[in-house]
């Protein structure tokens, strides 16, 4: 009954995994194949490039920024949602509403919001509403600024999966009993050092499983470069889900896409595989 | 919550005005939040409204002077004087792919997750973790012996390949929340069943079938929804642009200059209207879905 799946997978993941992982120990570095072995020729050139060294500091800037944006907010969004008031769901609605559209229209949507105008045309988008505010100071080129690059992305890509570690907290925190709040405020405890000596050490599984979660998205993280962004001024915002499609489908350097691929592949294994083999184990001890 | 209960009648004043202040503090961070939230929907909805005349950008964050749905009627139908493309034979597009990819995926899942809830084979446990790897997988690892497959097959640049390509990676997500489900049916349920003397097949479909509604309803709508928002397998597997889905029409339609903002958030919208529609209707079920992939049960 599920062989069909479990050959599909074999094949789909696995086969194709291993095919791909083959693919970059040759010199196939053209439109038709070439499977004449390379030995690891891809990966050593990959590290020599120039591209590839930006793409890594800029998942390394991304995934800071992003999983510090998701876990600040999504924490204190949780936090000011606990008191049950009648708003409540309409908050919690909006909040995660985001989750349910696509990175593509996000891209688009913030691509425009965070135009950087020109001295033409004057500011637009995020820039215009801080010049009314007389915040101008903090106007920026954002994604056109080579400095700022990929930070502009994780604002959109926050805006998008924040409202997750929102939800995942918010359950969190409503399965922690009413009476270890009581007995923590009995013995003298504020608000303040609730949350810092109670729940938050409490909550640390979630955190965990939200850093894991949010971390392996924003190591595969490429829709929302494309639809925003693309490369960037000087690779300012590329990230190596991009350099993969770009070398292999536009390029047809095939053998150093499937070695990206293989790189990204190994480091979203290293962060999700203890995970999996942990949760489905204390699972079947339940 | 301590300073919420503090503020019910009968406790002391200075209690009771300092939970005052902080209620307005939150519920202050709670608007604040809210906006952040709502701006690029505010935006996306405002500009489409919008006729080109309109759209100056020192008007941006302003209303409309008047409803026009001309954004959208270019959108969807095209410019073809300007060589723009509709979105409507994209979305259209989207909606054959989704709704088969969504079926079939929860189907095969529905089987594979009562296989691993109800009968405990030598090696579940290895089969199991190793399916629910291939939804951590970047997909970048599989695309070139996908496309070289597909296009062996003759399934390359068609809405079946694409369509096949959803169920078969969709089958760890629908799987787990299967199991998940299953796994809370009394195994009696199951032992009755044997000694009705049914076997793997009878108990599926006349025990398991009947009881999996909702857990369906939770796989469809997280199934329906990552497909349609998906952008990476149809850009890969679709080149002809009378076949592609709607988002990779949409990032085609904002990545030419000629067209107007007012054209590209009426198009935005048209591509989020669906699955938003869907999570403002059954969000009860988007959230188990979204609880799910976090293996969280």
């Known amino acids: ?286 | 919550m301590i300073a919420h209960r503090a503020a019910r009648p009968g406790t002391a004043g200075q209690g009771r005005g300092s939970s005052q202040a902080a209620r307005i503090l939150v519920g202050a961070a709670l608007v604040l939040a809210a906006a952040f939230y709502l701006l690029p929907f505010y935006v996306m909805v405002v500009t489409s409204m919008k006729s080109f005349a309109e759209v100056s950008l020192a008007r941006m964050w302003a209303l409309p002077s008047g409803l026009s749905f001309a954004s959208f009627a270019q959108a969807w139908q095209g410019n073809p004087a300007h060589g723009q493309r509709g979105l409507d034979a994209n979305f259209l597009n989207s909606v054959k792919l989704t709704v088969p990819a969504t079926v079939l995926s929860a189907w095969l899942g529905s089987m594979n997750g009562y296989v691993l809830a109800k009968w405990r084979f030598r090696g579940a446990d290895i089969v199991f973790p190793a399916i629910l790897f291939g939804m951590f997988i970047p997909y970048q690892s599989v695309l070139i012996p996908l496309v070289q497959t597909l296009q062996r097959i003759g399934l390359y640049g068609t809405l079946q390949g694409l369509i096949l390509v959803h169920v078969v990676y969709g089958i760890p997500i629908t799987t787990l929340i299967f199991r998940n489900y299953y796994a809370t049916v009394p195994n009696e349920l199951v032992e009755a069943g044997t000694m009705d003397g049914a076997g793997l097949w009878g108990i599926y479909q006349r025990i398991m079938i009947p009881l999996s509604p909702p857990a369906f309803v939770v796989a469809a709508i997280w199934q329906f929804t990552s497909i349609w928002n998906d952008f990476l397998f149809g850009v890969t597997v679709t080149s002809q642009p009378d076949v592609q889905p709607i988002t990779v029409a949409l990032n085609n339609l904002a990545g030419s200059f000629v067209v107007e903002w007012n054209v590209q958030m009426g198009g935005a919208l048209l591509a989020a209207l669906p699955t938003l529609l869907v999570y403002v209707l059954l969000g009860r079920y988007f959230m188990r879905g979204l609880m799910a992939g976090s293996l969280k049960g």
């Open chain 1, 1 to 286: 009954m599920m062989l069909p799946s479990v050959a599909a997978i074999a094949v789909f993941v696995y086969g194709f995994v291993g095919w791909t992982g083959y693919v970059s120990l040759t010199r196939w570095n053209d439109v038709l194949p070439d499977y004449t072995w390379a030995g690891l020729r891809a990966y050593r050139d990959l590290f020599d490039a120039v591209r590839f060294r930006i793409d890594i500091v800029n998942t390394v800037k991304f995934t800071l920024a992003f999983l510090t944006g998701c876990l600040g907010l999504g924490f204190s969004l949780a936090v000011l949602l606990d008191r049950r008031t009648k708003v409540e769901p309409v908050f919690r609605t909006l909040f995660l509403a985001p989750l349910a559209i696509s990175f593509i229209v996000t891209g688009v949507v913030w691509r425009w919001l965070l135009n950087p105008g020109s001295a033409q045309l004057g500011s637009v988008g995020i820039n215009l509403l801080l010049d009314r505010a007389h915040l101008g100071f903090l106007k920026t080129g954002w994604y056109t600024d080579p400095r700022i690059g990929i930070l502009a992305v994780a604002l959109a890509a926050i805006w998008q999966l924040s409202g997750y570690t929102m939800a995942l907290y918010l359950a969190g925190l409503r399965s922690i009993p009413d009476e270890l709040r009581e007995a923590a405020h009995v013995d003298g405890a504020g608000d303040w050092q609730l949350h810092r000596y109670v729940l938050i050490p409490l909550l640390q599984p979630i955190t965990l499983s939200a850093v894991i979660i949010l971390g392996h998205i924003s190591l595969k993280i490429f829709d929302l470069v494309v639809a925003m962004t693309g490369p960037g001024p000087g690779f300012s915002s590329d990230v190596p889900a991009f350099f993969m499609f770009d070398t292999t489908f536009r390029g047809n350097h095939f053998a150093q896409g499937a070695a990206i691929a293989e790189i990204l592949l190994v480091l979203v294994a290293l962060l999700t595989v203890p995970y999996l083999v942990y949760s489905t184990r204390t699972e079947v001890e339940r």
